[in-house]
């Protein structure tokens, strides 16, 4: 690997002090709210492999059940790794081809849809069969949504972006990688290409048009240590990257909040009614 | 002079008042049965920390004749309490306050003063600010409470030595954060004991934090309340991310032996402070502080 000429930051973790963390917080989130199981989606990626690692390890493998969704298009890979994730955590799963519901809709009512309306259904239906299959085997489901797919606005609302809590929301997907390794995640599956498998051949970077260890750089400083663009782009990272990054994140901040609701009263949800979630619980 | 320190670092019910009472005084039990004389409990112990639209719900007044604080007030008969609480003042301000208890009676109430809004924080608009800083005596010497973001600040631990204590005991609700860059410990925790132990060694004194764990939402508490003595050692810690009841023995007699060693309040030049502070506000003009009632 060559040295990169840009001035990195070191993004790593102390991984044993973050997954204590987020074990705890998975446990402690589903317990509190009168669970003790979880659904989790698996694709075969490292995201969701590492989320079922820590669920597993918070709840006990025998409370998570693992849905693997493929459709026909996807990789015969994604689903012999999600396998290897189940086999390697021993958590209970199950397989659901989402190929014949995907293609009712777009067979009848949507021929010409592109393939990112394609994804979006697919990912719109797996979010269908998670919630259906937390209300069967009465679990929440957990997200696997890393923090530089939350910002960058990569994932599909209502689809991989619904979920009840998320343990990896605020780890950059280097960080995610780190993790990964350090739970005993297989190494297959955190060495290969980020892909959404959405449609054949797609990967993350390829989409995008930048990798992720320079996308995380960038929203590292952004971000976390509120640079601003031009100061980013004065260190010396590409500008058409930086550009990129920021437009990616103002454009797609509707993802990442509840949608308004016009106000009329003196009190309204989202403005001046104000409590946790875990309001009265714990 | 000695006694026995407990700081507990526990979970909270969110915005369940009573359920956290209970929990108080399963805790005093047990710390009074290992040899407890103090027992000390984070910031806003009986409510939990994000209480937001909760704050008039959960408010109470630290009287006699208040639900909350009667069982509270009749168990400091057995042990002195530092117990962290929403108080409803006699004009309906809210305030994020704890109370000293002993032998029944409330000894000290401090609100605190510094309320972080800013960045996760929201407290300024929740919360009436505290205006008074001042040290109280107790059956075991001269004590001063804080609570977290007043001891962010230097002058409010400063304004604590000068009126005399030589135990500071600062309840806490410190969301754990800061994982860039990897070490042993989060940014937050490795902060507050840096600023906890250096406020014991520069004001030989003894100072402890009291920091709660658990969850609420996706913001944790690390817990990991220490105390420190008079010449800036740790004496003794509990551990990070789960509930603990730990016990110290504050030896008064280390003051005596410290301030032996190391003459800094005796040295200290309070009328100098006094008069520089004083040019320095009035030829500067700093911006004055929050606007109080």
Request: net charge neutral.
């Amino acid at each position: 690997m060559t040295k990169p000429s840009l001035p990195f930051v070191d993004l790593s973790i102390n991984t044993d002090l973050v997954r204590r963390i987020l074990v705890d917080f998975i446990r402690t989130e589903i317990t509190r709210a009168g669970f003790k199981r979880a659904v989790v989606g698996v694709s075969g990626g490292v995201d969701s492999a590492l989320v079922c690692f820590l669920t597993a390890e918070a709840l006990g493998p025998e409370n998570v059940l693992a849905l693997r969704m493929p459709y026909k298009t996807s990789s015969p890979e994604s689903l012999e790794h999600a396998r290897l994730v189940i086999e390697r955590t021993g958590v209970q799963s199950r397989t659901v081809d989402i190929t014949p519901m995907v293609d009712a809709y777009l067979e009848r009512y949507a021929p010409d849809a592109d393939r990112v309306r394609r994804g979006n259904v697919m990912a719109r239906m797996r979010m269908l069969v998670l919630y259906d299959h937390s209300a069967s085997f009465g679990g929440l489901v957990v997200g696997t949504g890393n923090k530089t797919e939350i910002l960058l606005g990569y994932t599909t609302l209502y689809g991989d972006a619904a979920y009840a809590l998320n343990p990896i929301g605020d780890l950059y997907k280097t960080q995610v990688w780190q993790l990964a390794e350090a739970v005993g995640v297989p190494e297959v599956i955190v060495k290969k290409a980020p892909s959404a498998d959405l449609w054949v051949g797609q990967t993350d970077e390829g989409e995008l048009g930048f990798s992720y260890r320079l996308a995380d750089q960038i929203l590292y400083r952004l971000v976390d240590e509120r640079y601003t663009p031009e100061e980013v782009v004065a260190q010396g990272f590409p500008e058409e990257v930086v550009r990129a990054v920021v437009e990616r994140m103002r454009r797609n901040h509707y993802k990442r909040i509840m949608p308004p609701i016009a106000k009329l009263s003196h009190r309204t949800v989202g403005y001046d009614f104000l409590y946790l979630r875990d309001w009265g619980t714990g | 002079m000695a006694f026995t320190l407990a700081l507990v670092q526990f979970q909270t019910r969110l915005g369940d008042v009573m359920t956290n009472l209970e929990r108080h005084l399963a805790w005093i039990r047990q710390a009074k049965d290992r040899g407890a004389d103090v027992v000390a409990f984070p910031e806003l112990s009986l409510t939990g920390y994000i209480v937001q639209d909760l704050v008039p719900a959960v408010a109470c007044k630290p009287l006699q004749d208040d639900p909350v604080f009667g069982p509270l007030l009749e168990a400091s008969t057995q042990v002195d309490l530092v117990v962290g609480f929403v108080e409803e003042d006699r004009r309906s301000r809210f305030f994020n306050s704890v109370a000293y208890l002993s032998q029944g009676e409330v000894v000290h109430v401090h609100r605190k003063v510094y309320l972080p809004t800013y960045g996760m924080f929201d407290e300024g608009r929740f919360f009436a600010w505290g205006d008074r800083v001042a040290a109280f005596d107790t059956r075991f010497g001269r004590f001063g409470l804080l609570i977290c973001e007043d001891f962010w600040h230097v002058s409010p631990p400063y304004l604590l030595w000068l009126d005399g204590a030589d135990v500071m005991l600062f309840p806490m609700a410190s969301p754990g954060r800061g994982i860039v860059p990897a070490e042993e410990r989060l940014g937050t925790a490795r902060w507050v004991e840096t600023v906890v132990q250096a406020y014991a060694g520069l004001f030989t004194v003894f100072a402890a934090f009291i920091n709660r764990v658990g969850f609420e939402d996706g913001i944790h508490f690390w817990g990991g309340s220490a105390v420190y003595g008079p010449d800036g050692a740790r004496l003794t810690q509990a551990p990070y991310h789960q509930e603990a009841l730990v016990l110290q023995e504050v030896d008064l007699r280390a003051l005596h032996r410290a301030r032996a060693r190391l003459p800094l309040l005796r040295d200290e030049r309070t009328s100098l402070f006094q008069r520089e502070l004083a040019r320095i506000l009035e030829q500067r003009g700093l911006p004055k502080a929050p606007p109080r009632v």
